[in-house]
């Protein structure tokens, strides 16, 4: 069973930063792609970042491109979220995914693997 614990949301200051991190049980987590999402109140899930197995291939949404930097270290099993220049509108409950597989993709349903989600609050 992989399991995924998130941590590192929080309460910030428009144009602060956090830094979210994703803990992944299990010895395979070097072949999965991972990926955050978040959801805010009322919205549907979306994708915010996606990390390829190996750490080579990234995708970022439009809202977030040039601000939030997604890596991995597969050594640790952990994935990281770096969110700078953060903005009220990113204000959401953050989740982080994972999926067997080379290649990560951008919707929920392609996900096995998902955290509990941590908040992140963006004050103007």
């Known amino acids: 069973q992989v399991q995924l614990v998130e941590s590192g949301g929080g309460l910030v200051q428009a144009g602060g930063s956090l830094r979210l991190s994703c803990v992944t049980s299990?010895?395979?987590?070097?072949?999965?792609?991972m990926a955050w999402f978040r959801q805010a109140p009322e919205k549907e899930r979306e994708v915010v970042a996606t990390?390829?197995?190996?750490?080579?291939?990234?995708f970022y949404s439009d809202s977030v491109k040039g601000r939030f930097t997604i890596s991995r270290d597969n050594a640790k099993n952990t994935v990281y979220l770096q969110m700078n220049n953060l903005k009220p509108e990113d204000t959401a409950v953050y989740y982080c995914?994972?999926?067997?597989?080379?290649?990560?993709?951008?919707?929920?349903?392609?996900?096995?693997?998902w955290g509990q989600g941590t908040q992140v609050t963006v004050s103007s």
């Open positions: 995914a994972g999926k067997s597989g080379t290649y990560a993709r951008t919707r929920t349903a392609d996900y096995d693997y």
């Open positions: 299990g010895r395979m987590f070097s072949s999965y792609a």
């Open positions: 990390i390829s197995w190996s750490g080579g291939a990234t």
